[in-house]
Structure formats: structure tokens, C-alpha cells
């Protein structure tokens, strides 16, 4: 009996202390968000212009947040949504905490997570996106010459050498027929893609088209016209000078007659 009254009384204290607004407020976190509204946002935690701090998934007994940055009060609100704007240009430079804490209708508070930031100058923004785009057109360059300039001293002599009509492997990425000398290539893996066509360099005559993979049928097709383009005419004999003499012997009868 003894033992049941004392259990009973620690579930009684543990509910009391649940609904208790001491509780809540040790158990109950807001979810703290940052957005960037205009501005620079780097990738080590620094910004610099407009921001939005905004609470993130509100209960719906909330009724005020304070908004902080560091131990500073910068606002509150007091309807939803519940988001306050601030400028960075307004405070220090360097390293700064943001937080908030909630206030429910029954008088409870509700801190919520706490966001570390560098606060930097405009000149840092403007840097970085220099930066960023410098790289950006260094790793183009970089592609175009793995793409196009690479590969096209690989090719070059390799398959301009083929005869005519020998037959060829085309790989994973096909063939195509070169619309300015019509004979059938492999098709690079690495070319542009423009929707179903590809700029591909002709290995044959070195110019530039867009091609279109042909089937297998077709780039047969396409050795068989060069085959026939290799086989040699039949040379036209001219006469001999005794057949010249001959003929020059009967005209000159017939001429006497």
C-alpha cells in the first residue's frame, strides 16, 4: 500500500512539473530560421546587407517574439508571421549570435536555437563574387580545353588516314555522317549537346558540324558510297599510231573516190 502511494505521488509531481511553465520552457525550443533578403551570404558563415530572422513552424499559442542579436533586443512582433528584418551594415563587423525567445499566451517563454555569423564588410561581398566568378571562367576554360582542344590533337592523322570504305567503329556514342564531305565517324561522348544534335568535328575533312547519330544501317550505307568512290575508273585506251595511220589511209581513199 505504501509503495503504491509513493508511486502515485512521483506521477502526480512529474505531471505537475510537465504542465508547469518552467517545463515547457526548458523542453519547448522555437525554431529559429535566416534568410537572405539582399546581400552576400558566403560559405564561411558570413554576410553582409539585408536579412530576415523569421520563427520557423510557430505554435499557435504564440503571441510575441523578441528578436536578438548577441545580448541586444532589435525588435519584436507581436503577430504572425513572426520574422524581423535587420541590416548588417548596422552593427559591428565580426561574429555575432542570433536568437529569439517566444512568448505563449499563458505567459510562458520559449527561447530558440541560437545562429553564429561573421558580419563582414560590403568590399568582402564584392570580392568574393569576383572570386567566384573568376573560378567559374577558369573551370570553363579548363572544360574547353579537355573537350575540344584535347581530344582534337589526339584525332588529328588518326582517321584521315582511313581508305575510303574501310570499315570503322563508332563506340558507345555512335556514328554520324558528316554533312560537308559525307563520310560516316564516331560520335565523341565529351562534345556539346544541343537537344538531339551534338557539334562534332569531322575527323575526315577537320570542319565543324551539327550532327545527329544515324543508325548502324545507315553508316554501313555510308562506307559502301565511299567504297565505291575508291574503286578505280576504267582508263580510256587511246589509239595506237598504227591505228591512226590506218584510219588516216581509208579517209584519204574514200576522199580520192
Known amino acids: 500500500m505504501k509503495k503504491n502511494f509513493i508511486l502515485s505521488a512521483v506521477l502526480l509531481t512529474l505531471l505537475a ?4 511553465p518552467g517545463y515547457a520552457q526548458s523542453t519547448t ?3 529559429l530560421g535566416l534568410s537572405r533578403d539582399f546581400g552576400y551570404a558566403g560559405f564561411s558563415n558570413d554576410i553582409q546587407g539585408l536579412f530576415t530572422m523569421k520563427i520557423v513552424d510557430a505554435p499557435a499559442d504564440l503571441v510575441k517574439v523578441s528578436f536578438f542579436i548577441d545580448a541586444t533586443n532589435i525588435g519584436d512582433v507581436t503577430q504572425p508571421p513572426f520574422s524581423l528584418q535587420f541590416n548588417t551594415d548596422s552593427y559591428p563587423l565580426g561574429n555575432h549570435t542570433l536568437k529569439a525567445i517566444g512568448y505563449t499566451a499563458n505567459g510562458s517563454q520559449i527561447p530558440s536555437n541560437q545562429i553564429q555569423r561573421q558580419f563582414v564588410s560590403a568590399g568582402s561581398g564584392t570580392k568574393f563574387i569576383g572570386i567566384t566568378v573568376g573560378a ?3 573551370i ?6 579537355i573537350s575540344f582542344v584535347i581530344p582534337t590533337l589526339l584525332d588529328k592523322g588518326k582517321m584521315a588516314s582511313l581508305p575510303l570504305g574501310a570499315p570503322r567503329k563508332y563506340g558507345i556514342g555512335g556514328g554520324a ?10 560520335i565523341r561522348l565529351w562534345w556539346l549537346n544541343l537537344g538531339f544534335n551534338k557539334l562534332d568535328r569531322c575527323p575526315f ?7 545527329r547519330p544515324n543508325s548502324l544501317e545507315e553508316l554501313r550505307a555510308a562506307e559502301q558510297v565511299e567504297l565505291s568512290q575508291a574503286q578505280p575508273e576504267t582508263p580510256i585506251v587511246g589509239e595506237t599510231e598504227a591505228e591512226k595511220l590506218k584510219k588516216e589511209v581509208d579517209d ?6
Do not use: N
Not at 570553363?140 to 580545353?145: A, E, H, N, P, R
Open 17 to 20: 512539473l510537465a504542465t508547469s
Open 29 to 31: 525550443e522555437l525554431k
Open 136 to 138: 567559374i571562367l577558369g
Open 140 to 145: 570553363l576554360v579548363i572544360v574547353i580545353i
Open 177 to 186: 555522317i558528316c554533312p560537308k564531305c559525307g563520310r560516316p565517324h564516331p
Open 205 to 211: 575533312c577537320g570542319k565543324w558540324s551539327f550532327v
Open 252 to 257: 584519204s581513199r574514200y576522199q580520192d573516190m
